[in-house]
């Protein structure tokens, strides 16, 4: 153990005590400090948040932060496990591609309310008491197919790996548009206009068919992202199982 209470060897947070050192009964607790990271990264972004500011924030010291939460690493992690208790389960329905789409719209959720959260994930918070809630009842929802246990744990990681990606995108679009300019509409009517000339050159005419569905016009509003989403999700789903 070092000075500041850090571990010299690798240690998980959650097989920690909720304060190193001796002492009188700790003063401040993981889920006020998680709550306080949370809430600096939801209004600032995730590169405010420091061990200075939420130390300042539950009123404590920089250092005795430490004694509570060992490295910047952890504080990711209880991070991440606290967002990860917004989680509603319901009891599966035996359908269960229709409850892995329905965890599926939450985590789309939960990241657009946390817009820092897909740049966190990583299978080393897989394990965090929240996670293994969610694991849990994920597992519970896919009794029903039958492929191995594993393969089970493979279709997770490959449902919430495709939430983060699409998530990053929706949300770097949004962020692009903040700082045009000009509206997003302006910007799309241009560039359908300009990629409506190029497809009327005949020389994409696949290309032409994918986008336009055959009738409706390139230059209509493009379809809600939630329905996008929906459907990308379903075919997704749709190559597991027999």
């Known amino acids: 153990m070092t000075a500041s209470g850090r571990s010299a060897e690798p240690e998980v947070i959650w097989a920690r005590p909720q304060r190193a050192g001796r002492g009188p009964r700790p003063a401040h607790s993981r889920e006020s400090i998680a709550a306080e990271a949370v809430r600096i990264a939801d209004a600032e972004g995730i590169e405010a948040v420091s061990m200075r500011r939420v130390a300042a924030g539950i009123g404590a010291g920089t250092m005795s932060l430490y004694n509570y939460v060992p490295r910047k690493e952890d504080l990711y992690e209880l991070m991440v496990d ?41 299978p080393v918070y897989g394990f965090s008491p929240n996670a293994l809630r969610y694991l849990e009842h994920s597992l519970d929802c896919l009794a029903p197919l039958e492929v191995p246990d594993g393969e089970k744990l493979e279709l997770v990681a490959a449902v919430n790996g495709t ?50 569905g055959g009738a409706a016009p390139i230059t209509e509003a493009r379809p809600e992202l939630a329905d996008v989403f929906d459907r990308s999700m379903t075919r997704l789903l749709a190559g597991w199982g027999r």
């Open 163 to 212: 939430v983060a990606t699409y998530v990053a995108s929706e949300l770097a679009l949004a962020e692009r548009a903040r700082s045009l300019p000009w509206s997003e509409a302006e910007e799309q009517g241009v560039r359908a206009a300009w990629l409506g000339s190029q497809l009327a050159t005949g020389q994409y005419p696949r290309l032409t068919a994918a986008l336009t």
């Open 82 to 122: 606290a967002v990860g208790g917004e989680y509603e389960f319901t009891p599966p329905t035996g359908d269960w591609r229709a409850d892995q789409l329905a965890l599926a719209r939450q985590t789309r959720a939960l990241m657009h309310r946390h817009p820092w959260l897909p740049r966190l994930l990583s």
